[in-house]
Structures are given as structure tokens and as C-alpha cells.
């Protein structure tokens, strides 16, 4: 079992930034890859970023390259995610999630979840 809690969103300008934090508690941290993924109202949850168990190897949607940043720090059980140059169509609730596959982008392939984060991007 694995417990995670995202926190970091909020509302934010066009071009601005924002740093979620995924908190993990539970089994052993490093045992997972983890990913972040968001859902905007009537849509359906897709995928953000992903990052291998040791950190060395992430993967992006292209819609967020260049301007997004996965990053984890094992020792403190924590995922991050830095959003710089922030657009309106980023607004969603973020996620942080587990899996014990890899890198991987298929929602229904994380085992935990946490509850979400709110981020709101204004024009």
C-alpha cells in the first residue's frame, strides 16, 4: 500500500510557474516509477510526465516539453513537478500516481493514486 498526497497547485497567470510536490508514504518509494497526469473538467484524466525508479530517465506529452520538469528525491519520498510558462489549457486537477512497470502513460497502469491538486492558469 502506498499513500500519496499532492500539494503545490493554485491559481497562477499566463506565463507564470508553479512546483507540485507528491508526498509518498507506505512501501518502499524507490520501488516505483511514478507519473503525473491531469484532468481538466469533461475530460478525461491523461498523462503529463513519467519518470523512471532511479530518476534518470523521464518521459513528456509533447504539449508540456520545454516547459515542464519531473524530478523525484528518493531519500525524502518526494515527486515533483515544476511548471513554468504556464498556459490556460493547463488548468486541470494534477495527479501524482505509482506503478511497478516503468515509464508508462496508460492511466489504468498506475496502482495509486493520490487525491489531486488543483491548478488554475488565468488569461
Known amino acids: 500500500q502506498v499513500q500519496l498526497v499532492e500539494s503545490g497547485g493554485g491559481l497562477v497567470q499566463a506565463g507564470g510557474s508553479l512546483r507540485l510536490s507528491c508526498a509518498a508514504s507506505?512501501?518502499?518509494?524507490?520501488?516505483?516509477?511514478m507519473g503525473w497526469f491531469r484532468q481538466a473538467p469533461g475530460k478525461e484524466r491523461e498523462f503529463v510526465a513519467a519518470?523512471?525508479?532511479?530518476?534518470?530517465?523521464?518521459y513528456y506529452t509533447d504539449s508540456v516539453k520545454g516547459r515542464f520538469t519531473i524530478s523525484r528525491d528518493n531519500a525524502k519520498n518526494t515527486l515533483y513537478l515544476q511548471m513554468n510558462s504556464l498556459k490556460p489549457e493547463d488548468t486541470a486537477v494534477f495527479y501524482c500516481?505509482?506503478?511497478?512497470?516503468?515509464?508508462?502513460?496508460?492511466?489504468?497502469?498506475?496502482?495509486?493514486w493520490g487525491q489531486g491538486t488543483q491548478v488554475t492558469v488565468s488569461s
Open positions: 519518470i523512471n525508479r532511479s530518476g534518470g530517465s523521464t
Open positions: 500516481g505509482v506503478n511497478t512497470l516503468g515509464i508508462v502513460t496508460i492511466t489504468s497502469k498506475y496502482e495509486y
Open positions: 507506505g512501501r518502499t518509494f524507490s520501488s516505483y516509477a
